[in-house]
């Protein structure tokens, strides 16, 4: 089982930037393929952006492309959402998502374990 915790999530204004955490339970975290997916009000949940647990494979959905970068600390079992030049759009809760499969994988159903979410909100 593998339990996740998002934070810093916060009310900003457009053009700042926010750093999301995902913190993670199990010992073996770097083995883990980690995701952020979102989810606004009224809309599906969607991918955001993907970490390979070696961090030599990222993947980000195109509307963050150059604005959101993805990393990772194994030392910490620790993932982090940097966020900049935050837009009214990106306002969500963010959710990260951890699974043990190999490659790129980007369906929600696919992930194994989910954090609670963190609410990211924007003002415009």
């Known amino acids: 089982q593998v339990h996740l915790v998002e934070s810093g999530g916060g009310l900003v204004q457009a053009g700042d930037s926010l750093r999301l955490s995902c913190a993670a339970s199990r010992s073996t975290f770097s083995r883990l393929n980690i995701a952020w997916f979102r989810q606004a009000p009224g809309k599906e949940r969607e991918f955001v952006a993907h970490?390979?647990?070696?961090?030599?494979?990222?993947m980000y959905t195109d509307s963050v492309k150059g604005r959101f970068t993805i990393s990772r600390d194994n030392a910490k079992n620790t993932v982090y959402l940097q966020m900049n030049s935050l837009k009214a759009q990106d306002t969500a809760v963010y959710y990260c998502?951890?699974?043990?499969?190999?490659?790129?994988?980007?369906?929600?159903?696919?992930?194994?374990?989910w954090g609670q979410g963190t609410q990211v909100t924007v003002s415009s």
């Open positions: 970490i390979a647990w070696g961090g030599d494979i990222i």
């Open positions: 998502a951890a699974t043990l499969r190999g490659g790129i994988i980007t369906g929600r159903g696919l992930y194994d374990y």
